[in-house]
T-cell receptor
Framework: QQPVQSPQAVILREGEDAVINCSSS?????VHWYRQKHGEAPVFLMI?????EQKGHEKISASFNEKKQQSSLYLTASQLSYSGTYFC??????????????FGAGTTVTVRA | DAGVIQSPRHEVTEMGQEVTLRCKPI?????LFWYRQTMMRGLELLIY????????DSGMPEDRFSAKMPNASFSTLKIQPSEPRDSAVYFC???????????FGEGSRLTVL
C-alpha cells in the first residue's frame, strides 16, 4: 500500500524552510527518501530505520516516528538545487528476503531566487 | 562503477507489438526492482527480485507483462502485446542488500501508439 505524502507541492524562496510529510496506514520497518529532477531518475537521499531517528543530507534532514507510522523531511535554508520532486518510500518488512518498497505520489518543490 | 544500465532509453512502438526492456544492475547488487512511472499513477512497483528469484510480482498489471532475471547481471521486462496505456517511463533499480539504498537506472521511456 502506497504511503500518503503532503503537501502535493510547495514553492519556496531561497533560504526558506519547508517540511514534507509521509504517512502510512501500516506498520513500517523503514522509510526511504528520494529526489527526482525533471527528466532524470530518482536519487537516494536517506533511509530511516528507527523511531525518532534523524538523518541528514546537506541541509536536508528527516525524522521517523515508528509508532505513528510517519516520517517528515525537513528542507532547511533551501537552495535552488533543492528543486525537484521528493518521494518517500515505505516498506513493511515481512522477512529478510522480502522488502516491497512502495512510493508516495511525490511532493514537487520549487525554489525560486 | 557504471551504475544501473537500461536499454533502450526510448522506444516508440505500435499497439500489439512486443516490447522488451533490459536492465543491467550494478555489479555485486543482489536485489533488483522494476518500477513504472506515469503522471497519473506515480512510481509503481511492478516486480522485484532477490538473488535472481522473483519475490513479489503482485504489481505486474496484467498477464501481458512478464519479467525475468536469468543471472545476476541481467533482467528483462517484456510486454506482449503492448497497448497505449502501457506508455510510461520504466525504471530499473538495484540494491546491494534487500532494504538498502536503491540505485536507479536512467529509465526507458515507452510510447505505444
Amino acid at each position: 500500500q502506497q504511503p500518503v505524502q503532503s503537501p502535493q507541492a510547495v514553492i519556496l524562496r531561497e533560504g526558506e524552510d519547508a517540511v514534507i510529510n509521509c504517512s502510512s496506514s501500516k506498520a513500517l520497518y523503514s522509510v526511504h527518501w528520494y529526489r527526482q529532477k525533471h527528466g532524470e531518475a530518482p536519487v537516494f537521499l536517506m533511509i530511516l530505520l528507527k523511531g525518532g531517528e534523524q538523518k541528514g543530507h546537506e541541509k536536508i534532514s528527516a525524522s521517523f516516528n515508528e509508532k505513528k507510522q510517519q516520517s517528515s523531511l525537513y528542507l532547511t535554508a533551501s537552495q535552488l538545487s533543492y528543486s525537484g520532486t521528493y518521494f518517500c518510500g515505505t516498506a513493511p518488512r515481512r522477512g529478510s528476503n522480502d522488502y516491497k518498497l512502495s512510493f508516495g505520489a511525490g511532493t514537487t518543490v520549487t525554489v525560486r531566487a | 562503477d557504471a551504475g544501473v544500465i537500461q536499454s533502450p532509453r526510448h522506444e516508440v512502438t505500435e499497439m500489439g507489438q512486443e516490447v522488451t526492456l533490459r536492465c543491467k544492475p550494478i555489479s555485486g547488487h543482489n536485489s533488483l526492482f522494476w518500477y513504472r512511472q506515469t503522471m497519473m499513477r506515480g512510481l509503481e512497483l511492478l516486480i522485484y527480485f532477490n538473488n535472481n528469484v522473483p519475490i513479489d510480482d503482485s504489481g505486474m498489471p496484467e498477464d501481458r507483462f512478464s519479467a525475468k532475471m536469468p543471472n545476476a547481471s541481467f533482467s528483462t521486462l517484456k510486454i506482449q502485446p503492448s497497448e497505449p496505456r502501457d506508455s510510461a517511463v520504466y525504471f530499473c533499480a538495484s540494491s546491494s542488500q534487500m532494504g538498502g539504498e536503491l540505485f536507479f537506472g536512467e529509465g526507458s521511456r515507452l510510447t505505444v501508439l
